[in-house]
């Protein structure tokens, strides 16, 4: 692996780090392709199943403590749009990633440097020989570093910031008025469950909950997009 010492430069402008074993991050560039050609090395894929799993909870912590409003349907939609095989090779073509891949001449001459899973799989296995190397605190660090500059552009795009304002321009464009929202709480006082209603056009098209009133309409309002859409009106528009 001749160019591991120019590989630990690299991770080190983007981490601050150096691993103290740097056979883990050569590891971690290692695709089975190419670890079939050279007797059998050791290749990322285990790497990649601890780098999954680390990077899923670092992902499910960051947008809980940065979206607290937000339901749990909307996390959820948004943790998987942050953690998928075409955001992940996005952040490592950002990153360089693949210039560094360790592949056999098959893979090499296919293209895989540019591949969206060999990608993707490359970046969880540095994740996770970065846990190993250098435990929670840096993986943490590093993940939240590559997503958090992600993370408003994917809500966005999701529409999970505002559901409820994109829903009142949708309106208003679509059938000349804002949607009509009624809300309800149940529950003990001291910790309320709180429901809303979205009503376009004298029909109640979508129901949310929330722990707060205002993550009820939320939640309501990001159903009440999808019924319209799947009714063929473009929210992109508004």
């Known amino acids: 692996m001749g160019e591991a010492a120019t590989v630990h430069d690299w991770l080190a402008d983007h981490t601050g780090y150096r691993f103290k074993n740097p056979a883990l991050l050569e590891q971690a560039l290692a695709h089975r392709s190419w670890c079939a050609e050279n007797d059998n090395a050791p290749s990322n894929e285990r790497l990649e199943f601890l780098g999954d799993a680390v990077l899923g909870w670092v992902v499910a912590d960051l947008v809980v403590a940065?979206?607290?409003?937000?339901?749990?349907?909307?996390?959820?939609?948004?943790?998987?749009?942050?953690?998928?095989?075409?955001?992940?090779?996005?952040i490592a073509g950002d990153l360089d990633l693949g210039r560094w891949l360790l592949l056999g001449a098959g893979e090499e001459n296919a293209g895989g440097r540019g591949k969206t899973s060999i990608l993707a799989d490359a970046l969880e296995a540095v994740i996770g020989a970065l846990y190993l190397d250098g435990g929670v605190t840096k993986s943490r660090s590093f993940v939240r570093k590559l997503v958090s500059k992600r993370m408003r552009e994917v809500a966005k795009r999701l529409h999970?910031?505002?559901?409820?304002?994109?829903?009142?321009?949708?309106?208003?464009?679509?059938?000349?008025?804002?949607?009509?929202?009624?809300?309800?709480?149940?529950?003990?006082?001291?910790?309320?469950?709180?429901?809303a209603t979205?009503?376009?056009?004298?029909?109640?098209?979508?129901s949310g909950r929330g722990r707060s009133k205002k993550a009820a309409i939320q939640d309501a309002s990001a159903r009440a997009l999808d019924v319209l859409t799947s009714r063929g009106v473009d929210i992109s528009r508004a």
């Open 66 to 90: 940065k979206y607290p409003d937000l339901p749990e349907g909307a996390l959820t939609d948004l943790r998987k749009a942050l953690v998928n095989a075409e955001t992940l090779a996005s």
């Open 198 to 206: 979205i009503v376009v056009e004298g029909e109640a098209v979508a």
């Open 160 to 195: 999970l910031l505002d559901s409820r304002s994109l829903l009142i321009r949708v309106c208003t464009r679509e059938f000349g008025r804002p949607p009509v929202v009624e809300t309800t709480s149940s529950g003990a006082a001291h910790e309320p469950t709180f429901g």
